[in-house]
C-alpha cells in the first residue's frame, strides 16, 4: 500500500487543487453554505479516518442528552440503504452503518439516530419530524453546502494533520488550510502523561487562529469487556487465549492497550467498516472466544451464533472543564 501511495503522488497536486478551489469558491459563497435556526455541531476531521470521531460523537450526546432534545445525523458510510433513515427497533448496522447503529444501540432512549448522504435534506427532515434542539453532524466536516454553527475538528497526537499532505499519497482529504474553520481543535489519544510543554509544543505546531480554542483528550477503556449474555472483567482474560478482531482504521492504540494488560491473543486486522464474507464468518465461528471493538460488535453480533463475542468499550475524556462549557455556552448564545 505504501509503494502505491509513493507511485501516486503525482497526483497529489491535483487532489490539492480541485479540494483548495472547492473550499475558496465555498469561502467566497460562489458554492453556497445553508445555515439553520438551529445550533449545528459538526465533528469531523482533515484525515481520511482514525481520529476518534466516534467516540467524541458520544461525549457529546453524553454532556447534551439530559438538558436538550438531541439528534445525531450521519452519513451512513458502508450501509446498504439509500436516502434518509431514522433509526427504530427494526433498525440494523446493515441499514443505517455500524456507527451509527452503535450511537442507537447506546441512546436510543435519549437521542433521535439518522442517516442521509444529503445533509441539508436530513436535518430539515429531522426538524420536521423530530424538532430536535440540537443536532449533531458525525463526520461532516467537509460537507460545506451545511455551515454548522459550531466546528469541532480532531486530529490525532502521533499522526497531526500538521505534518501530512493530502491523498493519495498522505491521508488529508483537504488542505491542511481547511483547519481555519474549526472553532475547537482537539488533539485526541494523547498519552495519560502529556505534559504541559507537550501541549504548548502541539499548540505551537498546529497555529491556531486567535478565534480557535486547543483541548486535548485521551482514550478510557473500560476494565470490563461486554457481551449479548454476559460481562468479565478486563483481568479475568488472562486466564484466556482470545482471538482479538478489528476493523477500525487505526488499531494500533487498541492493539497497545490489550498488550501491556499483559494478555495472550491472536489478532485478526481487517481494513475500516470491513464488510465480513461468509467465509470470514465461518472461519470466526470456529474461534473459542473473540475479543473485538465496539464498531466491529454491532456488526459481527448478528451474524456470528458464537456466544462468546465480546467487545471492550471505549470512551473519549477531556480533562479541561472549558471545552464542555464552549459547547453549552454555543448552544446557550443560540437559543437566546
Not at 107 to 131: C, P
Request: aromatic share 10%.
Amino acid at each position: 500500500m505504501k509503494l502505491v501511495r509513493t507511485i501516486l503522488f503525482p497526483f497529489v497536486p491535483i487532489y490539492y487543487l480541485v479540494t483548495w478551489l472547492r473550499n475558496k469558491l465555498y469561502d467566497l459563497e460562489v458554492f453556497k453554505s445553508k445555515s439553520y435556526k438551529l445550533p449545528i455541531i459538526c465533528v469531523g476531521n482533515l484525515s481520511a479516518g482514525g481520529t476518534g470521531k466516534t467516540p467524541m460523537t458520544e461525549y457529546l450526546i453524553r454532556l447534551l442528552k439530559d438538558k436538550n432534545k438531541i439528534a445525531v445525523l450521519s452519513r451512513g458510510y458502508g450501509r446498504n440503504t439509500n436516502g434518509f433513515v431514522i433509526a427504530n427497533f427494526n433498525t440494523t448496522a446493515e441499514i443505517i452503518g455500524d456507527e451509527p447503529f452503535q450511537f442507537y444501540s447506546k441512546f436510543s432512549k435519549d437521542v433521535t439516530i439518522a442517516v442521509s448522504e444529503n445533509r441539508q435534506e436530513g436535518i430539515e427532515k429531522l426538524r420536521d419530524l423530530k424538532s430536535p434542539e440540537v443536532i449533531i453532524l458525525d463526520d461532516a466536516y467537509q460537507h460545506r453546502k451545511v455551515k454548522a454553527g459550531f466546528n469541532i475538528l480532531l486530529t490525532t497526537h502521533d499522526d497531526l494533520y500538521i505534518e501530512d499532505i493530502v491523498l493519495p499519497t498522505g491521508n488529508l482529504r483537504e488542505p491542511r488550510a481547511g483547519a481555519k474553520r474549526a472553532d475547537v481543535i482537539v488533539v485526541t489519544k494523547c498519552p495519560n502523561n502529556l505534559s504541559s510543554n507537550d501541549k504548548r509544543l502541539i499548540e505551537k505546531q498546529l497555529q491556531l487562529h486567535k478565534n480557535q480554542e486547543l483541548y486535548f483528550s485521551t482514550i478510557k477503556y473500560s476494565n470490563e469487556i461486554i457481551s449479548k449474555t454476559e460481562t468479565i472483567s478486563l483481568q479475568g482474560l488472562k486466564e484466556k487465549k482470545f482471538t482479538l478482531v478489528t476493523g477500525i482504521a487505526k488499531a494500533d492504540l487498541f492493539l497497545e492497550y490489550l498488550k501491556s494488560q499483559n494478555l495472550d491473543f491472536e489478532h485478526l486486522n481487517f481494513k475500516d467498516h470491513h464488510n465480513f464474507s461468509e467465509k470470514e464468518i465461518e472461519e470466526l465461528e470456529t474461534k473459542q472466544f473473540i475479543v473485538t471493538t465496539e464498531k466491529d460488535y454491532v456488526r459481527l453480533e448478528s451474524k456470528l451464533e458464537n456466544s462468546n463475542l465480546f467487545y471492550l468499550p471505549i470512551e473519549s475524556e477531556i480533562d479541561d472543564k472549558e471545552f464542555n462549557n464552549s459547547i453549552i455556552q454555543f448552544i446557550t448564545n443560540f437559543k437566546r
